[in-house]
């Protein structure tokens, strides 16, 4: 059974950075694109940054020149690093694996950001 796995979430003060890690267990045919997704309270589930197989990345206009997102070659791991985090960034980060047919969701990391 397929399982993705989120670490690096946090408290972190205004204008810090973290680095949000994705460990896929398992074998997921097909990747098309890894990334993540967060969810703050109150409000939907929103991209915030993908990147596909040839290494094209999207990222949501809020975190633009802040964040940047990273797979390695074995399509088993996506970091996102977040560098001049703000409040607004504060929310349930989501990794995501997505193939031809489907989606693979983690359960999420915290990050927090609060002077």
């Known amino acids: 059974q397929v399982q993705l796995v989120e670490s690096g979430g946090g408290l972190v003060q205004p204008g810090g950075s973290l680095r949000l890690s994705c460990v896929a267990s398992?074998?997921?045919?097909?990747?098309?694109?890894m990334g993540w997704y967060r969810q703050a309270p109150g409000k939907e589930r929103e991209l915030v940054a993908t990147?596909?197989?040839?290494?094209?990345?999207t990222f949501a206009d809020s975190v633009k020149g802040r964040f940047t997102i990273s797979r390695d070659k074995l399509w088993k791991t996506v970091n996102l690093q977040m560098n001049s985090l703000n409040i607004e960034d504060t929310a349930v980060y989501y990794c995501?694996?997505?193939?031809?047919?489907?989606?693979?969701w983690g359960k999420g990391t915290q990050v927090t950001v609060s002077a």
């Open positions: 990147i596909t197989g040839s290494s094209d990345r």
């Open positions: 995501l694996i997505r193939n031809p047919w489907g989606d693979y």
């Open positions: 398992g074998t997921i045919p097909g990747i098309r694109v």
